[in-house]
């Protein structure tokens, strides 16, 4: 496994520079949250930064994966909208053209998946009929990422139509194909309830592409730096170390950008105390 850092905890950071400052700090992988600034993919610009970045990731030996949960790039108003659940057709088009250009982008940079959730669901309209407009937002994404060889990693995420994972299990059902994977926040089952946390690791060892860690406390989903929630991260890590994980374990602390720089140290100081303690092991 790799140890590895969300840009969406560098907002107000350049993203040259933010990958700069993790591959110093000893991450071998980046999660670059596509946003205004950061590879933007609506942006004339766009083509010279990606060549730009992937020069970068070179240059630092870093993998990368492609996330997509910018809070307001696609409405300025509304957070996280529109997502393949929102009522109007239209819109949700508008996140299914999004997310084709996010795998063209993870195409481009040879990341290892491309990152992504159901959203929330917002109108009156059964969960039945809510799956059923789920898969038919997914089926042309991921029919894009087959053709580009790229993986998709979908995102169990609290408050979202897909949340727990008896509901992406539900999903997983639904869906017949090769590049649908998963991206699991280990946060986020601590959150739910959902634990021993490494019961989960184990099970879903054939479908995890990419991972979100964090520290939080049972039932608020918020994203804490390690010692400030109530997670034991040691038989968390364990399991990912048995399964033999190859991708990367990328911190999610968004709301840390004020102080991005020395919280990006403390987190990979954290972990990496655990991990080197896993290699000695065995």
Known sequence: MLL??????????????????????????????????????YSEELPSQLLRVADCLRQHKMRSVIETGARYLLDPRTKHEPTLLTADGKD????????????????????????????ILRDNISNDQAMERLVNGLEPVLQHALNLGVAVGFE?????????????????????CDAFQMTLDVGHLHCLGETPIEEYVRRWRGQIVNVHIEDM?????????????????????????????????????????????????????????IVSSLDVSG
């Open 4 to 41: 590895g850092y969300n840009t969406n905890g560098f907002a107000h950071h350049d993203l040259l520079e933010a990958i700069e400052i993790v591959a110093e700090i000893g991450y071998q992988s980046v999660a670059i949250t596509l946003d205004h600034q950061s590879l933007n993919p």
């Open 92 to 119: 949700r088009e508008k996140r299914i053209g999004f997310l084709k250009r996010a795998i063209d982008i993870a195409a481009a940079l040879e990341s290892d998946c491309v990152s992504l959730w159901s959203g």
């Open 156 to 176: 169990p995420e609290p408050g979202m139509f897909i949340d727990t994972m008896e509901s992406f299990e539900r999903l997983c059902s639904r869906i017949d």
């Open 217 to 273: 406390r049972a039932g608020v989903h918020d994203h804490l730096m390690f010692g400030e929630g109530e997670m034991d991260f040691h038989p968390v890590l364990k399991a990912f170390h048995e399964i033999g994980y190859s991708g990367g374990l990328h911190v999610e602390l968004s709301r840390h950008s004020h102080d991005a720089p020395l919280t990006a140290r403390r987190a990979f100081e954290f972990l990496s105390s």
